[in-house]
Nanobody
């Protein structure tokens, strides 16, 4: 079993900053990719940012230059530093992880989702 727990969401004024954290815990695994998605009311879920085990990052064009994704020294943790927040950033942000499980002759990958944390940016 693997659980993703997010924290750091909240209410902030436009131009402010928030830092989201996500920690994966549970059975033994290695991380392939961890990232953040968001979904605003009436809109499709979109990838905000992701980072691979090798440190390669990907950003949505709408957040590039404002958000920074990083991994902690403990590689089961990922952060999303959000600066210069805009009202259109308001959404539920969910942590996502693609993990590899190895046991004996078995190797498989599994995708996991956190419960989500609300980010609200007021104007």
């Amino acid at each position: 079993q693997v659980q993703l727990v997010e924290s750091g969401g909240g209410l902030v004024q436009a131009g402010g900053s928030l830092r989201l954290s996500c920690t994966a815990s549970g059975s033994a695994f290695s991380v392939n990719v961890m990232g953040w998605y968001r979904q605003a009311p009436g809109k499709q879920r979109e990838l905000v940012a992701s980072i691979t085990s090798g440190g390669e990052t990907t950003y949505s064009e709408s957040v590039k230059g404002r958000f920074t994704i990083s991994r902690g020294n403990a590689k089961n943790t990922v952060y999303l530093q959000m600066n210069s927040l805009k009202p259109e950033d308001t959404a539920v942000y969910c942590c996502n992880a693609d993990l590899a499980h190895v046991g004996g002759a078995v190797y498989y990958t599994q995708n996991y989702w956190g419960q989500g944390t609300q980010v609200t940016v007021s104007s």
